[in-house]
């Protein structure tokens, strides 16, 4: 067959069925676009849920910081990481989430914990009548909420601390951490080394930041906001109104996070919605501030 023929029947098939490749130009060959433009595959729920967490917990931080963040806990990990701008576009349509696990955060409860496990430490005062201020030394175990130490010391001195410490280790056994401020008394050297030699690891709240130790902050406010509607005397008389004040925390007032049990009950391992008392007595201090039912098992 000539040549001319196979020619003419080759431009006669490229008429009849062009063909969809680009056709090379002087300049080269040029991309060709796609009729649907190229998707990334969709990221895992799990990764969008953990963006809107890290917001919820870092309200003030922005886009970049928490990107970052997500990327320095899960580049290694799982080889997976975010951009600024798709950390944008996430939380964007997701701020009714946001809103709604932040209250849930702020609403969190703690329930009962381990007893015996962390123990909180702290400082407080009252003024008497006269003008002298009484320095208040409370201890108290972060999982209960039991009332270890209530009482008046005669100073602030690392040794005065230390051997009130000891004396609730003698009676309610040792603690495996103990959390505390950063007042000076609780930061130096004797108070640390002490702790240190006797296998109790100390926890520092950090500066400004009270809630880090709210147990026992806690306990301050509920003594306070009773004690300033009281009239004290001498020491003498706050160190008996201490004492009755640690009873009705502990035996006669229920806690809240413990379920309705007080820190006593929740010490000894005792459900009252369970077990029935053995016999109820009618508690009344301080002038009528402290009182309640004390159930006896």
């Known amino acids: 067959m000539p040549q001319w023929i196979l020619q003419l029947c080759r431009m006669l098939l490229r008429w009849l069925f062009p063909s969809r490749r680009p056709r090379p130009s002087r300049h080269g060959w040029k991309r060709t676009h796609p009729d649907q433009p190229m998707r990334q595959p969709r990221k895992p729920t799990w990764m ?14 922005g886009c970049r ?8 806990r899960f580049a290694a990990k ?14 964007r349509g997701r701020r009714y989430e946001i809103e709604c696990l932040r209250r849930k955060i702020r609403q969190y409860r703690p329930g009962l914990g381990e ?3 962390v123990w909180g430490l702290d400082l407080t005062g009252k003024q008497d009548v006269h003008g002298q201020q009484h320095p208040i030394l409370g201890l108290i175990d972060h999982g209960s909420r039991q009332l270890l130490t209530l009482t008046a010391v005669p100073n602030k001195s690392a040794w005065t601390l230390l051997g009130y410490l000891f004396l609730a280790i003698g009676r309610f056994g040792k603690p495996q951490a103990l959390r505390s401020d950063n007042e000076r ?9 002490v702790l240190r030699l006797a296998g109790i690891r100390q926890q520092l709240s950090d500066p400004g930041c009270p809630w880090q130790n709210s147990r026992i902050e806690r306990l301050f406010g509920t003594l306070k906001g009773k004690l300033d509607r009281w009239r004290l005397l001498d020491r003498a008389q706050l160190y008996s109104a201490l004492s009755q004040f640690a009873f009705w925390y502990n035996a006669v007032r229920p806690h809240q996070n413990l379920g309705g049990r007080t820190p006593l009950e929740a010490w000894q391992g005792i459900d009252p919605y ?3 008392p053995r016999r109820e007595e009618w508690f009344e201090a301080w002038d009528g501030l402290l009182q309640g039912y004390h159930l006896r098992f």
């Open 274 to 276: 369970r077990r029935p």
């Open 65 to 72: 910081r928490v990107a970052d963040t997500f990327n320095r």
């Open 115 to 117: 007893s015996n496990k």
């Open 78 to 91: 799982k080889q997976l990481t975010v951009s600024k701008s798709y950390v944008a576009y996430t939380l």
């Open 185 to 193: 008394v609780f930061t130096g050297r004797l108070f640390s080394t």
């Open 48 to 61: 969008v849920d953990e963006l809107v967490r890290l917001k919820a917990l870092m309200p003030q931080a």
